[in-house]
Structures are given as structure tokens and as C-alpha cells.
T-cell receptor, first 115, second 110 residues
Framework: KAGVTQTPRYLIKTRGQQVTLSCSPI?????VSWYQQTPGQGLQFLFE???????NKGNFPGRFSGRQFSNSRSEMNVSTLELGDSALYLC??????????????FGNGTRLTVT | EDKVVQSPLSLVVHEGDTVTLNCSYE??????LLWYKQEKKAPTFLFML????IEKKSGRLSSILDKKELFSILNITATQTGDSAIYLC??????????FGKGTLLTVNP
């Protein structure tokens, strides 16, 4: 069974630009979450989607947005990039998002560098 | 706001040593406590501890949960260089999200 797939693996963007990251969950998983990982803050929750609906959102500005498609694939978008957005963006999937019965399985992430 | 604190932040040991990693949590609605290992990119799941499962073991790794004192430990016995990684602890109690600690960077030297 294929794992969580994220594309692209690396991105270099300039301040002010926007970026779209893509995530394909494990087959059969309907919940997709996104996390930002930086050396200073660690892993921080961005948002979670299930059946194309956002069920929870973390403490990030409105420049960060996401969506989920009917096949459970997800994208996240960051507009008006800032230097502080440089981070590893991790996508994770689980069966239903209920973390009692099904832990999160993470992808390898997209390394975003903003210059 | 839910909070997860890990200690130490980093640790260097020699192969064969036993290590204990700590995780304390302050959460409003405890449901689960999870441990992940992150070597290069993707954190990989190790254990989930809940009220009905406060002790888990897999090979040289084991973890316990103390719900009264609000902490968990991850033990690794007979460490190997392949155990070098960041170990992450996370609270899984809150609305489809994990709240992570900052992690413990473990370095195992030959």
C-alpha cells in the first residue's frame, strides 16, 4: 500500500509570491491534515479535512488555506509568502481523523524556502 | 490551550545505553498520547497510549502513561545508531488535531 505522497519535495519562492502544495493520502484514508514544522516552533497544526469539509483550523493567518477533493486528495495554498513561511510542510492522513482508532500517517513533506 | 513539553531537548549516548525520554502534558480533554520517530522527513508512528492502554512495548522500545501525573516516558534499551532521530510526543485529544511537543533529538554514537 502506497504511503502519503506529497509534491513537490522542494520549492524555492520569493517573498510575495504564492505557492500550492499537494498531498495524496493513503488509499482508503478520508481525513487529511496539514502541519508546519520549523526549528523554533516544532510541528504546528494548520488544518484538517474530511469529506471535502474543513473540520478544524490552527492559529495561522488567512494567507494559509486548503481544500480537499472528492478523491480525498488535498492541496494547501500560501499566498503573499513571507520569509517566516520557510518550513517543512507535512501532510498526514488517517481513516476518519478520529485519533483514538487511527493514528496519523505522515508524508515526507515539502520543503519550502522563501527568499 | 493544550500544551506538551518534552525533555530533554537533545541527548547524546553511546550504543548499548538505555535512554528515557520524557513528555508532560496539560490538556483539557485527554483522549490519547502518541509517540512518533522522525529520522529524515516523515514522522513514523510508534505508540498510542490511552486510558485503556497505558503501557506499550515493541522490541527495544516501550512507553508508559501516567494519567494522574500527566506524563509519559519512552524507553529505548540497548540503543543502536539507527535509533538516532527526533522523538516527538503529541496529545491527540482535541478535534482531529495533534498537539506536538518540540521533540527530543537523540544521537547514538557507535
Amino acid at each position: 500500500k502506497a504511503g502519503v505522497t506529497q509534491t513537490p519535495r522542494y520549492l524555492i519562492k520569493t517573498r510575495g509570491q504564492q505557492v500550492t502544495l499537494s498531498c495524496s493520502p493513503i488509499s482508503g484514508h478520508r481525513s487529511v491534515s496539514w502541519y508546519q514544522q520549523t526549528p523554533g516552533q516544532g510541528l504546528q497544526f494548520l488544518f484538517e479535512y474530511f469529506s471535502e469539509t474543513q473540520r478544524n483550523k490552527g492559529n495561522f493567518p488567512g494567507r494559509f488555506s486548503g481544500r480537499q477533493f472528492s478523491n480525498s486528495r488535498s492541496e494547501m495554498n500560501v499566498s503573499t509568502l513571507e520569509l517566516g513561511d520557510s518550513a517543512l510542510y507535512l501532510c498526514a492522513s488517517s481513516l476518519q481523523g478520529n485519533l483514538i482508532n487511527s493514528p496519523l500517517h505522515f508524508g515526507n513533506g515539502t520543503r519550502l524556502t522563501v527568499t | 490551550e493544550d500544551k506538551v513539553v518534552q525533555s530533554p531537548l537533545s541527548l547524546v549516548v553511546h550504543e548499548g545505553d538505555t535512554v528515557t525520554l520524557n513528555c508532560s502534558y496539560e490538556v483539557t480533554n485527554f483522549r490519547s498520547l502518541l509517540w512518533y520517530k522522525q529520522e529524515k522527513k516523515a514522522p513514523t508512528f510508534l505508540f498510542m497510549l490511552t486510558s485503556s492502554g497505558i503501557e506499550k512495548k515493541s522490541g527495544r522500545l516501550s512507553s508508559i502513561l501516567d494519567k494522574k501525573e500527566l506524563f509519559s516516558i519512552l524507553n529505548i534499551t540497548a540503543t543502536q545508531t539507527g535509533d538516532s532521530a527526533i522523538y516527538l510526543c503529541a496529545d491527540g485529544g482535541s478535534n482531529y488535531k495533534l498537539t506536538f511537543g518540540k521533540g527530543t533529538l537523540l544521537t547514538v554514537n557507535p
